[in-house]
């Protein structure tokens, strides 16, 4: 039986990397139905009753240890988990994660992870350090495999993919009308969703949008649907954007917790979306939905160049018109992405593929050894 030990940011409901941790299980147990994986939440409880798993808090590092003591990989990833722009103390829990982990762990992995940026010099050069000595490294864009190269990461053991999210089956239609039917949106219209997160201090961001999204509701006589992304830390943005449209606007906000699935299928009824967090704008093209991205985070950018999709304009100096006319662009079907999509979802799976073939090869190193066991089929 092979062991792994998975390490992200799960268990704070973040539909983003609840996602990437449902496609990791999802694709390794296709491969072996008994694998044993462990991974390491903030919220134990939630990960191992959601996914059926073994699972630790990340801050138990006796029981991280144990597990990661004899495992045959510990996969780090994905996400944005390597920058210090969110918080610096977060950046030095990850390195420790990955240090701990070549120590007690056979193979480290840093799986499909968008790097950077660092700015701290000395943080940089500790991260590049310690990622020299994974096995394997693959991540999800271009910027990424620039980001190592600054720190130093030699290129043999960096591969570029695409977000592994992209793996993902696309969504129930029908469950998504049942659970937008539980907040009385209209069926007959319709829906253009927006997901918008908490932006520094400055609420400008939400009133330009506002003024756009009433405008788009009126021409599309549409109903707004707002989705916080992660729950419940997005739900005061969603909120504050609702209180903002007019009156006669028909709009909710959708105030629950969803699961990948769930939101899948949510977005499957959408007939636009227009994000500020990366996983509704991949969520959107996996159900085949328009877009329209907020500049926010170069994971944002990174992506909407990869797929040839469209942004209304950076978060610091959006405006109502660009929004506008970014929409409208979304929904005449100018954004034409399929044969990029085909090609980023090929280049997901590949982040399986790599982690396979080097539990492979770890399987062939201990066999020579004299040491037992079998590694993931295929």
């Given at each position: ?9 799960y268990?704070f ?25 462990t991974v390491?939440s ?28 004899g ?8 996400g944005?988990l ?26 480290v ?20 350090i310690?990622c020299?000595?994974?096995?394997l490294?693959t ?23 695409a ?18 039917q ?41 109903c707004?649907v ?14 504050k ?21 769930q ?6 009824n ?22 329209v ?11 909407v ?11 610091d100096?959006?405006n ?9 662009n ?8 399929s044969?990029?999509?085909s ?9 399986f593929?790599?982690?396979f073939?080097?539990l ?12 037992g ?6």
């Amino acid at each position: 039986m092979t062991r792994i030990v998975i390490s992200g940011y799960y268990g704070f409901a973040n539909a983003g990397d609840e996602a990437m941790l449902a496609a990791i299980i999802n694709t390794l147990r296709s491969a072996e139905k008994y694998v044993e994986l462990t991974v390491i939440s903030g919220d134990p409880e939630m990960t191992a009753a959601r996914y059926g798993v073994v699972s630790i808090h990340r801050f138990n590092f006796l029981k991280i240890i144990k597990a990661l003591s004899g495992s045959d990989l510990l996969l780090s990833g994905g996400g944005s988990l390597l920058q210090d722009v969110s918080s610096k103390k977060s950046l030095l829990y990850y390195l420790t994660i990955l240090a701990l982990g070549r120590v007690f762990s056979r193979k480290v992995m840093l799986f499909a992870q968008g790097i950077g940026p660092i700015k701290s010099g000395i943080l940089k050069k500790l991260a590049g350090i310690i990622c020299n000595t994974a096995d394997l490294i693959t991540v999800r864009d271009a910027d990424s495999v620039k980001e190592l190269e600054q720190m130093g990461v030699s290129r043999d053991c960096v591969r570029l993919t695409a977000d592994a999210v992209l793996t993902l089956r696309p969504g129930d239609r029908e469950l998504g009308e049942q659970l937008l039917q539980q907040f009385g949106v209209a069926k007959d219209k319709p829906l253009v969703a927006v997901s918008v997160r908490k932006w520094q201090a400055d609420d400008n961001y939400l009133k330009e949008l506002s003024s756009a999204v009433s405008t788009i509701a009126d021409d599309h006589n549409a109903c707004v649907v707002l989705l916080p992304l992660q729950y419940p830390n997005d739900v005061a943005a969603c909120k504050k954007l609702h209180d903002m449209l007019p009156m006669e606007t028909d709009a909710c906000v959708l105030d629950a917790e969803y699961d990948t699935e769930q939101f899948l299928a949510l977005v499957a009824n959408f007939s636009l979306l227009i994000g500020m967090r990366l996983h509704a704008l991949i969520f959107a093209v996996i159900m085949a939905v328009p877009f329209v991205a907020i500049s926010c985070d170069p994971k944002i950018d990174g992506f909407v160049k990869e797929i040839g999709g469209i942004t209304a304009g950076n978060i610091d100096d959006l405006n109502a018109e660009d929004i506008k006319s970014a929409a409208d662009n979304a929904l005449a079907g100018t954004a034409v992405f399929s044969e990029r999509l085909s090609k980023m979802c090929r280049n997901a799976q590949l982040n399986f593929d790599m982690t396979f073939t080097l539990l492979k090869d770890w399987n062939v190193e201990r066999k020579q050894e004299g040491d037992g066991g079998s590694a993931i089929n295929d």
